[in-house]
Antibody
Framework: QVQLVESGGGLVKPGGSLRLSCAAS????????LDWIRQAPGEGLEWISH????????NYADSVKGRFTISRDNARNSLYLQMNSLRAEDTGVYYC?????????????WGRGTMVTVSS | AVRLTQSPSSFSASTGDRVTITCRAS??????LAWYQQKPGMAPKLLIY???TLQNGVPSRFSGSGSGTDFTLTISCLQSEDFATYFC?????????FGPGTKVDFK
């Protein structure tokens, strides 16, 4: 089954860290670019990071640059997001998403998301 | 960053209605625009990419048009399963951005 499954979310205090994982199955993971997108409770979608298929090209939103690190392990079919210096405004559901192989950087496959709550 | 606005922000409709949602970009983005549908508690689902290309498996009652700064998502005959929130997204330049969403609920 073609799917992405996120894990690693939870409750963390401001200034703390979390590492999110995204496990892929049912497709050739190493062929695809991947991104992280988040959604604050009751809010819209915010793109936060992108990584190329080989991991050599990475981009971040300004809101997370210097605090979050995206990485991938193609041998393990896994995507990661290391989140440090967490703030209350980082609270939300974090989705990993696969980039469409043709037709530009639209996201054709999403995980169900993992909830991150930053609160004291 | 490219800012996207959507109109309306919400509206009520009935099954069988023709529905049009617009998305406007703060600068030209060619056709680098996608549309997503999201239902409560679920991940977004890709409907349209490259402004007008229907994603595999998406019903043909959905269509997209536009280029440059003005884009439209049309649902030709609203079905019960289409009541949801719709987002546009630009991938012309980083940071990728999403519109604020348009919620379509039942009249």
């Amino acid at each position: 089954q073609v799917q992405l499954v996120e894990s690693g979310g939870g409750l963390v205090k401001p200034g703390g860290s979390l590492r999110l994982s995204c496990a892929a199955s049912g497709f050739t993971f190493s062929d695809y670019y991947l991104d992280w997108i988040r959604q604050a409770p009751g809010e819209g979608l915010e793109w936060i990071s992108h990584i190329s298929s080989s991991g050599t090209t990475i981009n971040y939103a300004d809101s997370v640059k210097g605090r979050f690190t995206i990485s991938r392990d193609n041998a393990r079919n896994s995507l990661y997001l290391q989140m440090n210096s967490l703030r209350a405004e980082d609270t939300g559901v974090y989705y990993c998403a696969r980039v469409l192989r043709s037709g530009g950087d639209a996201f054709d496959l999403w995980g169900r998301g993992t909830m991150v709550t930053v609160s004291s | 960053a490219v800012r996207l606005t959507q109109s309306p922000s919400s509206f009520s409709a009935s099954t069988g209605d023709r529905v049009t949602i617009t998305c406007r970009a703060s600068q030209g983005i060619s056709s680098y625009l996608a549309w997503y549908q999201q239902k409560p508690g679920m991940a977004p689902k890709l409907l349209i990419y490259a402004a007008s290309t229907l994603q595999n498996g998406v019903p043909s009652r959905f269509s997209g048009s536009g280029s440059g700064t003005d884009f439209t998502l049309t649902i030709s005959c609203l079905q019960s399963e289409d009541f949801a929130t719709y987002f546009c997204q630009q991938y012309f330049s980083y940071p990728f951005t999403f519109g604020p969403g348009t919620k379509v609920d039942f009249k």
